[in-house]
């Protein structure tokens, strides 16, 4: 699986958007693109998923880049509770593998 | 329909007893995942397993840890002789199927604590 590149922490307002940038120059044709947070230790929650064309749920929206070499998570009007670590993973679905995340802050 | 159910939520276990962790996949779901999250770390993938079958054990520590998960009932993780180095997080995920893009759904995990 490809690998990925998230900022180590972000800051976000609460009610304003936050936007958590991802990078995966190296990700293949059969490969999607997973979103999913971790909430203080909890088990780790899916957001949003997508192969190559834009993506938005009730939870998210999600931004893949024409050459899908970059994606953008966007929590439209982040709350206290959105605060978590989120993971970017490339995946063709056999297994997850997780890095390390973006710790996102949301400070009231 | 109920989600994915770990069990025991904490575990508490001497050095040198074993610890067996259950992991009941949501309905209709028969691929299961075993990741384990150390204490200030990342989550690391240790196991696949399908009915009756281990697809990838890649993550699996060489000694001391095995995982089923038969025709009938739960998947279990099983540590034996644990260390206080096995004290961690492990949470179990399933899917539908392999290669499935919705990905997995996650429990809530067992808290292992090795005294």
């Known amino acids: 699986d490809a690998k990925t590149t998230q900022p180590t922490s972000m800051d976000c307002a609460e009610g304003r958007a936050a936007n958590l940038p991802c990078n995966h120059s190296t990700i293949s044709g059969n490969e999607y693109v997973y979103w999913y947070r971790q909430i203080h230790s909890q088990g780790p929650q899916y957001i949003i998923h997508g192969l190559k064309n834009n993506e938005t749920n009730e939870m998210a929206s999600l931004i893949i880049t024409e050459d899908r070499k970059s994606s953008t998570l966007i929590l439209p009007h982040a709350t206290l509770r959105d605060t978590a670590v989120y993971y970017c993973?490339?995946?063709?679905?056999?297994?997850?593998?997780f890095g390390e995340g973006t710790q996102l802050t949301v400070n009231p | 329909n109920a989600g994915v159910m770990q069990n025991p939520r904490h575990l508490v276990r001497r050095r040198g007893q074993e610890a067996r962790l259950r992991c009941s996949p949501m309905k209709g779901h028969s691929h299961v995942y075993w990741y384990r999250q150390l204490p200030e770390e990342g989550l690391k993938f240790m196991v696949y397993l399908q009915k009756e079958n281990i697809i990838d054990e890649s993550g699996m520590p060489k000694e001391r840890f095995s995982a089923e998960f038969p025709k009938e009932g739960p998947s279990i993780l099983r540590i034996q002789q644990v260390v206080r180095g096995d004290s961690a997080a492990y949470f179990c995920a399933s899917s539908p199927g392999q290669g499935y893009s919705y990905g997995y759904t996650f429990g809530s995990g067992t808290r292992l604590t090795v005294v």
């Open positions: 993973i490339v995946s063709s679905g056999s297994r997850l593998t």
